[in-house]
């Protein structure tokens, strides 16, 4: 995993005060193929991670606190997790 990156989701982890199950976090390109139809996906470059969150209100504070940090610019929404990735200006937020 990326340094900065694993930094940033610790202070994340810091800010909304409790703690969170990482489901993906790298994947080697191999495994990534089996996964995902996404060739250029963050998660094998260390840069993304899925956590698992069920509760709306921690749901609610992870995601005000991620956007909020500026940093990650990849977020997508699904029914029991929120994949969070550096990304780029061009990155948003989508839903699963």
């Known amino acids: 995993m990326d340094d900065t990156f694993m930094e940033k989701l610790q202070l994340l982890r810091d800010k909304c005060s409790f703690g969170f199950k990482v489901n993906s976090a790298y994947r080697c390109e191999e495994y990534n193929a089996k996964v995902s139809s996404n060739s250029r996906n963050q998660h ?44 780029n200006k061009q990155n948003g937020i989508g839903i699963y």
Do not use: E, Q
């Not at 504070?61 to 699904?78: E, N, P, Q, R």
């Open 44 to 87: 094998t470059h260390g840069l993304a991670v899925d956590i698992s969150l069920k509760d709306r209100y921690k749901r609610y504070t992870f995601l005000y606190y991620a956007l909020d940090m500026g940093f990650f610019k990849d977020i997508a929404i699904a029914k029991t997790f929120i994949h969070l990735a550096k990304g």
